[in-house]
């Protein structure tokens, strides 16, 4: 089947590029199409002809969001709209990605597939509106959101925690916010999966396992075999212009229907902090 593969530049999108074969696969970055030209975004998808379109670009710096929220609802929900309409168009199905954000992070169990949207950053609205607009405009879209997304070949939580740890006596990291980290390869294999075995509807994709950020970052400097120090500090004592929810660990029910399991997200840094090495 052919397969266009739109953020194909981003830690999610060379993943896919590189994990997916068998297939023919189409990528492209914000400099070859702009999702926010539906024009061009027609054009595109007219021209290919996919059979699955992943949506994995967006625009993700969730601070940056909240003092360009604009931009953010004209990337993050308006582009979607635009390929929606396109995929519909020329017959192709959308596989949509989506964030944990989405959530307010009230709750203290995983959250499943039907929880109630109460994002509480521009970023999450963008998306969580993202989410009703392509739902409406093509029910039998896939939607999986993700979470924490970690990976080679661009900025992410794990390299930032070794260059500080290299370079700083000791590092405080956010001890009250608990989520699922999830490696770009292991998130690519599942959509990969997915679009194989004809998904629609929401789908949560994370490694398993949870932790806070100060655990992931405690983990990175052990795996690594550094000895910096790693402080738990609170949310309040980092503010930061956009809320986080305080726990954000998506249930993997959605997942195992389709038969998907995810790796346990410690095995995944491992595999990650191999790949960074070679
Ligand atoms: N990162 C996380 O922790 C996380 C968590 C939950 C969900 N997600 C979701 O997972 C998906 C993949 O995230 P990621 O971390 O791989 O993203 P990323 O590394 O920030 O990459 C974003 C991609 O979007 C493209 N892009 C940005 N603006 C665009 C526009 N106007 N038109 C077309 N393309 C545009 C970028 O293209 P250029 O690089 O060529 O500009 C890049 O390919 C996103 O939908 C994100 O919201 C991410």
Avoid at 67 to 78: C, I, P
């Amino acid at each position: 089947m052919k397969v266009m593969i739109i953020g194909a530049t981003g830690l999610l999108g060379k993943a896919l590029l590189r994990e997916w074969r068998g297939d023919e696969v189409v990528g492209l970055g914000s400099g070859d199409l702009d999702i926010r030209d539906a024009g061009r975004v027609r054009e595109a998808v007219n021209a290919a002809q996919p059979k699955w379109i992943v949506l994995a670009a967006a625009f993700t710096d969730v601070d940056g969001c909240e003092s360009n929220s604009d931009l953010a609802f004209a990337v993050n929900r308006d582009g979607p709209v635009n390929v929606a309409q396109a995929a519909k168009n020329a017959g192709a199905r959308l596989l949509f990605l989506s964030s944990d954000y989405v959530f307010d992070g009230r709750k203290t169990t995983p959250y499943e597939t039907d929880d109630v949207r109460n994002p509480q950053s521009v970023y999450g609205r963008s998306k969580a509106e993202a989410e009703v607009r392509l739902l409406e405009e093509s029910p039998d879209c896939c939607i999986a959101r993700t979470s924490w997304l970690f990976g080679a070949g661009g900025k992410c939580f794990p390299d930032t925690i070794l260059k500080l740890a290299a370079s700083r006596p000791a590092l405080d990291v956010v001890d009250d916010q608990r989520g699922s980290p999830t490696y770009s390869v292991d998130l690519a294999r599942a959509i990969i999966d997915l679009c194989r075995k004809e998904a629609h509807g929401i789908v949560h994709a994370t490694n398993s396992g949870e932790c806070s950020w100060f655990e992931f970052a405690q983990e990175i400097v052990k795996a690594s075999g550094l000895t910096t120090p790693v402080r738990p500090v609170s949310s309040r004592q980092m503010a930061r212009p956009a809320p986080r929810p305080a726990y954000s660990v998506l249930s993997a029910k959605s997942l195992r229907r389709y038969g998907i399991e995810m790796p346990e997200w410690r095995h995944a840094l491992r595999h990650y902090l191999e790949e960074r090495k070679s």
